[in-house]
């Protein structure tokens, strides 16, 4: 099955607050059953779920491979992923949260071919519940210059894969913890150890860019 990017802004995946609980459950629901039509043979269906998740998907693996000329082939691909592996789709699971770890899956299968982003560290910090409110500027954001969105991505693509992975998630998507913790299936503690050392990597980098 060919799978097209619809070129309009798609849905953010869904947040997790009590403004949102009504909303969130219609949606599971609705994509559920889509699903269930879709195995059954309605697979022009999938192309809802493609345009309702096709900005955050692309959002996702630009950020993680900081090629845009990469991201659309990267897109269709964990689309064409997740299509081929609808039937292993367990319904009591987020579809956000299952296809954005497609997603995540292929950009690192991506960075992986290319011998980039894999680097280890051997010691993380202890949390400091006063750093996880802090915000790092998303590269995509249309305020910025485009030379600040430059030394963003530039500064993203300089982290080592489990720190990119988390912050890019966690501060640029603006995703709940609870969420994270379904796309990359790591206990909670982890995810916010390594958004704080990701947050503090990625101000240095950025300090060092702005002195040169």
């Known amino acids: ?82 299509f081929q592996a609808l039937a292993d789709f367990k319904t009591e699971l987020r579809f956000s949260s299952w296809l954005l770890r497609i997603a995540v899956n292929a950009a690192k299968d991506h960075l992986k071919s290319k011998k980039r982003g894999e680097s280890s560290l051997s010691s993380e910090p202890t949390p400091d519940e006063a750093v996880f409110a802090g915000h790092i500027e998303d590269p995509e954001d249309a305020s910025l210059s485009a030379e600040r969105r430059a030394e963003v991505h530039a500064a993203l693509a300089q982290l080592p894969w489990k720190y990119r992975e988390v912050l890019v998630l966690k501060s640029v998507e603006e995703l709940p913890y609870e969420e994270i913790q379904r796309i990359l299936e790591l206990p909670l503690t982890t995810l916010k150890i390594r958004v704080v050392r990701a947050r503090e990597m990625l101000r240095k980098l950025l300090e060092e860019s702005n002195r040169r």
């Open 1 to 82: 099955m060919a799978v097209e990017l619809v070129r309009t802004r798609s849905d953010a995946p869904p947040r997790e607050d009590a403004n949102h609980h009504g909303a969130d459950a219609d949606r599971l629901v609705e994509e559920r059953l889509w699903v269930e039509l879709i195995l059954e043979g309605e697979v022009n269906l999938f192309r809802r779920l493609v345009e309702r998740y096709q900005g955050s998907v692309r959002g996702v693996i630009l950020r993680l491979v900081g090629s845009p000329a990469d991201t659309d082939d990267l897109a269709q691909q964990a689309f064409l992923r997740a």
